[in-house]
């Protein structure tokens, strides 16, 4: 008799049991769909409950900001927030974009690499948003034990206006790290091994795999008679998953000539002893054609590796504009440039415009920049892809 009464109980603690995971599975799908997360890595991270509640919030004006959730790791700083209005709007009703800065807790802002949002909030139609602030560092960084995260939010009478107008508030957030979720998780796989396509030879050095980042260094050979400006549908394939390259936009960083890194979706959840780097080819150019020579006061252009690029205009008011079109996609320039006499400038910004059949680049230097006529522009990207599959196998050096 004893054993009847017990199995009545039983069969509700599992009844209990397979509620929560159905309930935790639902509340995963839901967190990633209401901050419309596409990011693998970040997907798995919540996944595997790699992720820190927060629940902090500032108000000014019946507008609250509150950092919902962040996830950390080395290498990035995802943060999960939601914004909402608690009262009618006369003056202005679209929330159009704001800015953002996150200093650690020696109120020293954390250099990164982020994109900020533009957004498409009727004030008056709808109460709340739900949006993340992804930034990625160039560099690998101890995590912070606490972080401030400063907001000024933009608003406009009509969606899409562009009279913006800045509110007079700062948002402001402290958020205290659980470094007991976050601290001193990676994973190295190593392979060293040379890729060689059409004599160009490319060093697949290591990954560096962190929670929500992968970082592939590679290096380029000095003997190459190209320059590579980039690995065609390059990706990690782990358990058959494939992560792409690039996260909150940034695909790579140089650190000299020869060596860059390359930033993927994070395959750190799904582990495995092997996996697999794969791509179908490179973008390069030769290196005797990897400058363009402008006579900026002549309004010419003395070198260029094909014809298809001109000079449209050079604009000379706040500040000095050189209008290039190039006819086709995919071309851009570095944002440093040299004069004759070999000194190094640095512009104020590009902005680049792609509309077929052609590609508007306005090349922007500061007013006060003195350089001598003519200047050498490298080229950064160039539509001259060399084609050929590869697929490199990397290990786990900690197994």
Known sequence: MKYKKLIPVIMIVIIILIAIVVFVTN?????????????????????????QNVNISDEHDGIILTVDNIIVDNRRIFILYNIENTKHRDSFQYLSRGTFNVNDENDTEIPAIASLPDYDFDLNSKKKMYSSYDMVMSSEIDIP???????????????????????????????????????NRKKTYDANEIIDIKGQKI?????????????????????????????????????????????????????DEYNSRLYFESNYF????????????????????????????????????????KIDDVKNEDQLEIIFKYNGNNFSLDQTFTDSEGTIFETQGMSVIHREPETTLIYEIPKESEFVDPITIKISNYPNIINASYKVELFDVNR
Do not use: C, H
């Open 270 to 309: 799904n582990d495995n002893e092997k996996l697999n780097i794969e791509g179908s080819g490179f973008k390069g150019i030769d290196k005797n054609k990897e400058n363009i020579i402008v006579d900026v006061d002549n309004k010419t252009i003395l070198k260029a590796p094909d014809d298809n690029l």
């Open 27 to 51: 509340k995963e799908k839901s967190l990633t769909e209401k901050y419309d997360i596409t990011d693998k890595g970040v997907q798995e991270a919540i996944e595997n409950n790699y992720i």
């Open 203 to 255: 060093v697949i050095d290591k990954l560096t795999v962190y929670p929500i980042t992968s970082v592939l260094d590679i290096n380029y050979d000095k003997n190459n008679t190209m320059s590579i400006l980039g690995l065609q549908d390059i990706k990690i394939v782990s358990n058959g998953r494939e992560y792409t390259n690039g996260i909150d936009g940034l695909t790579s960083s140089i650190k």
């Open 145 to 183: 034990s606490n972080l401030r995260l400063d907001v000024t939010l933009y608003t406009s009478e009509a969606n899409n206006n562009n009279k913006q107008m800045e509110l007079p508030y700062i948002w402001s957030v402290e958020i205290p790290v659980d470094k007991e979720i976050f601290n």
